[in-house]
């Protein structure tokens, strides 16, 4: 492999949000990877750096290009280009699109246990969340379609937000349910919005579907939000894209995004996206290949040495969603209890709804040898709060 994803690098000092932690802890919360980017990333900022004006920039031609080919390449969903708008990130995106779609104290659905931010999202909004629970059952997530008929009838509700792939289950929703959701979605005349951002982050060979590509219905009512950010771990550099294919769901959203002033990039955000899209896919698949490996070696030590918590299965993301009810009621307490202990920092399952919290999240995009000191600290203080 081309790339070393064995290296450490050390982070601390770069006033990271992951590592601004104490000397003896260890960080695997927040979703970003101690990896340093791919190098045609690197080179093409380096460039951009070099050429020493940054004055405002706008979205450049080629970055439709790369936005179009990486989707029908690698998901088989080649948006037009003019259903593509950029925006500062997928965060500042949903947040604004709360604010478009849903009145102030209007319901927002939202698919619980579910990315913090979205939560925020909605309630800093002063909207509304009503959750559609996932169903967890014999260690597998699925969608409780009866309960979300009744929520998206509701005539307070007016948005839909998916995530796909999950975060934090890192499960794959596949066509079927995509659809289905879709089907209800516009029978109620719900808009959906589907953060795709994790869509990249696969096990080797296994594929996750476009909301916008499971039906014609699905298409015509639904933006989708996704980015190179989390893939090419370049979270930082703030680059992402709204693909709205109706065009009149579009100009809202455009105006959305215009009204928040969360559509002008960077000078880093156009060539970092355009070089990731472009020259990132070997880069990319190396990755996927390690993140699986890491995920497969945490399986194996948690059966063996740890089989109190389970891990749920997933084939997205590079988050591991912990099952820790056979150990606690309440998982916060120990992760409380194991950052005390061992210094290891993992996300409290509340953070994601109620149903995250006899769970936790645990971030493994680093370098095996982190993996293994992470799981050492997760078992050994495991047991220690077990033996209390
Ligand atoms: C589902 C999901 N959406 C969005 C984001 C963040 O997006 P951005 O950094 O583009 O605002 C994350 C980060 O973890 C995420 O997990």
Redesign the pocket.
Known sequence: MKYDFDKIINRRGTSSLKWSVAQDELPMW??DMDFAAAKPIYDAMKKRLEHGVFGYAVVDDEWYDAVQSWWGRRHGFAPKKEWMLFSE????AISSFVRAFAAPGEGVVLQTPV?N?FIGCVLDNGRKIVENPLRYEGGAYSVDFEDLERKLARDDVKLMIV?NPH?PTGNIWDRDTLARIGSLAKKHGVTVIS?E??CDITRPGFKYTPFAAASEECLLNSVT?C?P??AFNI?GI?T?VAIVADEALRNKVRAALNADHVASPNVFAIPAAIAAFNEGEEWLDGFCEYVFEGRDYCVARLKRELPEIKLVEADATYLLWLDCSAVTDDATDLQKFLRKETGLYLQEGEAYGKQGKKFLRVNIACPKSVIKDGMNRLIAGTKKYIAR
């Open positions: 927040v979703a990130g997928v965060v500042p990315y931010c995530c975060n953060d951002i994790h939000c980015a950010s989390k979270a703030q992402s």
